[in-house]
């Protein structure tokens, strides 16, 4: 199963991104979207999985907080701040986050700490990022993509 995993897009789906979830079977955002309009274009693609961010009030007041998901036989917990992470990570094995804008791929205490960064408007000089990932029988595989900064 192909992953695209993406965070902090704020209002902002730019071509690279567009053109990478073409080749998704599910998208999993960690928050901060922006507008419904964006939402809308994610599920022309694939199935999304997607948290409400800091930035989601009003119009996302109906996203949930955290999301816990099985694919590719992976157990995935979703959170916008990962300091918001439920207290309970029983049988999670990747957790996704967003809110820093930074790129995160580490291991720590049996679970895989993803976050992609943002690829949506650049903000506070850090580079314009997401992830590609291979989920299957259990096993996980995952890419940096780095996106260009020139937004046409």
Not at 30 to 55: M, S
Not at 61 to 79: E, K, M, Q, S, Y
Not at 122 to 141: D, K, L, V, Y
Request: aromatic share 6%; charged share 20%.
């Amino acid at each position: 199963m192909k992953l695209a995993i993406l965070s902090d897009t704020h209002g902002l789906l730019r071509p690279e991104v567009l053109e990478q979830l073409k080749a998704a079977d599910a998208i999993l955002h960690a928050g901060d979207i922006n507008c419904p309009a964006i939402v809308d274009t994610l599920r022309r693609y694939a199935p999304l999985y997607i948290v409400r961010g800091n930035n989601d009030k009003g119009w996302g007041a109906d996203l949930p907080h955290d999301l816990t998901i099985t694919l590719g036989g992976i157990t995935f917990c979703l959170v916008h701040n990962k300091k918001e992470l439920p207290t309970d990570l029983s049988g999670v094995e990747v957790v996704v986050f967003g809110h820093s804008h930074k790129y995160v791929q580490e291991e720590k205490s049996g679970i895989l700490w993803l976050n992609p960064g943002s690829c949506g408007p650049r903000r506070f000089h850090q580079e314009i990022t997401m992830m590609a990932a291979e989920a299957s029988n259990g096993t996980i595989r995952v890419e940096k993509i780095s996106i260009s900064h020139e937004v046409p």
